[in-house]
């Protein structure tokens, strides 16, 4: 199963290739964020440029 949520809109998503698809997006998601170290970092050179 998957929710998902948009604009006060919630959805439980049940079908197996829709929650396999939902999960691989994710999954890519997670592989290319910043780690928490990674993220301060840029929104501390991110506010020192305003």
Same mark, same amino acid.
């Given at each position: 199963? =998957?929710?998902?949520?948009?604009? #006060?809109?919630?959805?439980?998503?049940? #079908?197996?290739?829709?929650?396999? $698809?939902?999960?691989?997006?994710? #999954?890519?998601?997670? =592989?290319? =964020?910043?780690?928490?170290?990674?993220?301060?970092? &840029?929104?501390? $050179? $991110? &506010?020192?440029? &305003?």
């Amino acid at each position: 199963m =998957a929710y998902t949520e948009a604009q #006060g809109y919630p959805h439980l998503i049940t #079908g197996l290739e829709e929650v396999r $698809k939902i999960a691989d997006r994710y #999954g890519i998601m997670r =592989a290319l =964020a910043l780690s928490p170290m990674e993220s301060r970092a &840029l929104m501390e $050179k $991110k &506010l020192g440029e &305003l």
